[in-house]
C-alpha cells in the first residue's frame, strides 16, 4: 500500500492549525453545573457531553503544528489482533480488507482501502489523552466519518455509530461507540496514516478512529465494521463500549 497524502488533506489541516484552543475539561464542567445541566446517562460524562454541546456541536479539539509532535508515540492496549482471519489480511498488507457500514441505514455498504483512501481526506495533528496518565502528539489522515455516513444514509431512528473492532480481550470484541452529532464533528475520521506513513499495525492498520475531543480509549483500532443503531443496549454489556462494560469507563470521555 502507498501512502500519498493529497494536497487539500494537509492544506486543509493547515487551516484548522490556527483555530482557537477549547476550553478545557474543568472548565466545560463547570459551566455545565452552573446551568443545571441535567446528567442523562447517569455519570459525569453526560454532564461534559451536554456541556460541549452547549458550546456548540462543532467546537473544536485543539490542533497543533509539525513542529510541536510527540517523537515517540507510544501504543497501548491490544497492539496486534491474535484472530487468524485479521493475521491473514495483514500478511496480504490489507488488500482483501474492506470496511462495513450498516444496521440502521438505507444504503449498507463494504469500502476497500484504496475506496477509502480514493475519499476526501482530512489531516489533522491532535494530542492523544490516555486515561492511563500519558500523551503524545500525532498527525492523523483520514475520512470524514460524516462522509461515510453520508454514503450509506441513516435512517430517522438512528442515534448511535458503533465501531467493532478485530481483537479481543479474553474473547470479548473491542468496541466503542459516539453518538450522531460526535460522528460528523468536524475532527471526527477513521485515519488510515500517522505522521505521514501508513497507520501501523501497533497504532490499529488498516483503519482507527480518531475522535479528537474524548479519551484514548474511544480511538478504537482495528475497525472492521460500523454500525448504526438506535441504542447501545443491545451491544456487548450496553454501556457503549469494551472499557465501558468491563470497568465502567464514562461512555463520554470527554477531555
Ligand atoms: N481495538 C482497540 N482499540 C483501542 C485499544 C485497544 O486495546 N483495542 N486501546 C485504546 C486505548 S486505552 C488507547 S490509549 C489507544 C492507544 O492507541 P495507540 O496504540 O495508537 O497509542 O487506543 C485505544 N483503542
Ligand atoms: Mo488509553
Not at 498488507?93 to 482530512?122: C, K, N, Q
Amino acid at each position: 500500500m502507498v501512502f500519498r497524502p493529497t494536497r487539500r488533506g494537509f492544506l486543509t489541516g493547515a487551516l484548522v492549525g490556527g483555530a482557537p484552543l477549547a476550553l478545557t475539561g474543568c472548565d466545560v464542567f463547570g459551566l455545565a453545573q452552573s446551568q443545571g445541566v441535567s446528567d442523562a446517562l447517569g455519570s459525569a460524562g453526560g454532564l461534559a457531553r451536554r456541556a460541549q454541546r452547549l458550546l456548540g456541536a462543532d467546537a473544536l479539539a485543539p490542533e497543533f503544528e509539525a513542529a510541536e509532535m510527540s517523537p515517540v508515540f507510544r501504543t497501548n492496549g491490544n497492539t496486534m489482533p491474535s484472530s487468524a482471519a485479521y493475521q491473514a489480511l495483514a500478511g496480504g498488507g490489507f488488500a482483501g480488507w474492506s470496511l462495513v457500514i450498516d444496521g440502521l441505514v438505507e444504503r449498507p455498504a463494504r469500502f476497500s482501502l484504496t475506496e477509502i483512501m480514493a475519499m476526501p481526506s482530512r489531516t489533522q495533528i491532535t494530542r492523544h489523552d490516555c486515561v492511563e496518565g500519558w500523551s503524545a502528539i500525532g498527525q492523523w489522515t483520514g475520512v470524514p466519518l460524516g462522509r461515510l455516513l453520508d454514503e450509506a444514509g441513516p435512517r430517522p431512528a438512528a442515534r448511535y455509530v458503533v465501531f467493532h473492532c478485530a481483537d479481543d480481550f479474553d474473547g470479548s470484541p473491542y468496541y466503542e461507540s459516539i453518538d450522531l452529532p460526535e460522528a460528523r464533528h468536524p475532527q471526527t475520521i477513521l485515519a488510515y496514516a500517522m505522521n505521514g506513513a501508513p497507520l501501523a499495525i501497533g497504532h490499529g492498520a488498516p483503519l482507527r478512529l480518531r475522535v479528537e475531543r474524548q479519551l484514548g480509549y474511544k480511538q478504537a483500532k482495528y475497525v472492521m465494521r460500523v454500525e448504526v443503531v438506535a441504542s447501545l443496549a443491545g451491544i456487548g454489556a450496553g454501556k457503549g463500549g469494551y472499557w465501558e462494560d468491563a470497568i465502567g469507563y464514562d461512555w463520554y470521555a470527554g477531555i
